[in-house]
Nanobody, 126 residues
Framework: QVQLVESGGGLVQPGGSLRLSCVGS????????????MSWYRQAPGKEREEGEL??????????NYLDSVEGRFTISRDNDENSVYLQMNDMNPEDTAVYYC?????????????WGEGTQVTVAS
C-alpha cells in the first residue's frame, strides 16, 4: 500500500497561489505509482474528514476532473517518475481554506486499495 506525504500548504493572501505536492512511497513493481488514481480532497474548518469534498482527480491515464468551484483556477498534475502528484492553486479565495489531503486509489487482484496522506493546512486570508 502506497504511503502519501503532502507538502506545500501555508498562508496565502486572496488572489495568491500555492502549489501542493504529494509524494508516494512504498510502491511495488506489481503496483507502481502510475497505476493509482490520484486525488486531492479538502476538509473545511469545523467539518470532519468524511465530510470533505473532492477537489481534483487525475486518473492513471492522466484524465483530470475538478470541483466546479475550482475549475479554471486549480490544476492537478502527476509525475509518475517522481511518484508525485501536484495541485497548483491560483486566484485563491478564503473559501479555499481547508486541510488538503492526498488520496490514492488502486486496484490489485480485484481488491480496492485506498491510501490517504496526513494532510496539509491551507489558509487564505489577508
Amino acid at each position: 500500500q502506497v504511503q502519501l506525504v503532502e507538502s506545500g500548504g501555508g498562508l496565502v493572501q486572496p488572489g495568491g497561489s500555492l502549489r501542493l505536492s504529494c509524494v508516494g512511497s512504498g510502491v511495488t513493481y506489481s503496483m507502481p505509482f502510475s497505476m493509482y488514481h490520484m486525488s486531492w480532497y479538502r476538509q473545511a474548518p469545523g467539518k470532519e474528514r468524511e465530510e470533505g469534498e473532492l477537489v481534483a482527480r487525475i486518473s492513471n491515464r492522466g484524465i483530470a476532473n475538478y470541483l466546479d468551484s475550482v475549475e479554471g483556477r486549480f490544476t492537478i498534475s502527476r509525475d509518475n517518475d517522481e511518484n508525485s502528484v501536484y495541485l497548483q492553486m491560483n486566484d485563491m479565495n478564503p473559501e479555499d481554506t481547508a486541510v488538503y489531503y492526498c488520496n490514492a486509489v488502486g486496484y490489485y487482484n480485484l481488491q480496492r486499495i485506498v491510501s490517504w496522506g496526513e494532510g496539509t493546512q491551507v489558509t487564505v486570508a489577508s
